[in-house]
């Protein structure tokens, strides 16, 4: 079957680095999206991964590794308003996301 | 404006009832999707539309159903609600349903089915 596992919950400190890993098997691979959630609001859009390797933007960077299905979303220079859940999806051969249940991260002062 | 709009923000429903959920975008996107968000489970996917005429199952669509007349609006009908479909629902559209096309999301509807 399909499935996206990432961590329920990470702490961290604010100014600090904080690295969220998520693996996924999924039947055929078109691409590995994060999405950022803040609580009672919408996912808004972080970031996109086809090719191995890092892309980086400002304080966040995504990582991908096809052969072990595997990325992290890495963000640094932790401030409170980086206080949300950050899901993971995998899109599969049919172009469906598979969404992982998504990672709460909080930000401690 | 640009985006997405969804209505109503929130709504509670008897069971049996049934009620329609709606959606609407301005950017032009060929493709529009409706997920269901629980507590402790990813984002499912309802039903979908690769253009405006077509629409598609997802993963579980049973209990809803969807129409797309026109490019701007995808509505979500539950013909009868049942307490299973307490739910926050997310409406998203994107250019295609292709691999780097982002999905853009709605603010989302709280539905509570007693």
């Known amino acids: 079957g399909q499935n996206i596992d990432q961590p329920t919950e990470m702490t961290a400190t604010e100014g600090a680095i904080v690295q969220i890993n998520c693996t996924y098997q999924t039947s055929g691979f078109n691409g590995l999206f994060w999405y950022q959630q803040h609580a009672g609001e919408a996912p808004t859009f972080l970031s996109y991964n086809v090719l191995d390797g890092l892309e980086e933007k400002g304080r966040f960077s995504s990582f991908l590794s096809r052969s072990k299905g595997y990325s992290y979303l890495l963000l640094k220079e932790l401030q409170m308003k980086d206080s949300a859940s950050y899901l993971c999806?995998?899109?599969?051969?049919?172009?469906?996301?598979?969404w992982g249940a998504g990672t709460k991260l909080i930000i401690k002062p | 404006i640009a985006g997405i709009t969804q209505a109503p923000t929130s709504q509670i429903l008897a069971a049996g009832r049934r009620m329609t959920l709606r959606c609407t975008q301005d950017m032009r996107h060929n493709a529009m999707y409706w997920y269901r968000q629980d507590l402790g489970l990813g984002l499912r996917l309802i039903h979908y539309?690769?253009?405006?005429?077509?629409?598609g199952k997802g993963e579980v669509p049973d209990g809803y159903s969807v129409s797309r007349a026109n490019t701007d609006d995808f509505p979500l009908t539950l013909a009868s609600a049942v307490p299973s479909q307490t739910s926050v629902y997310f409406c998203a559209s994107s250019d295609s349903r292709g691999g780097t096309d982002t999905q853009y999301f709605g603010p989302g509807t709280r539905l509570t089915v007693l």
């Open positions: 999806a995998a899109m599969d051969s049919n172009y469906q996301l598979i």
């Open positions: 539309s690769n253009t405006a005429g077509t629409t």
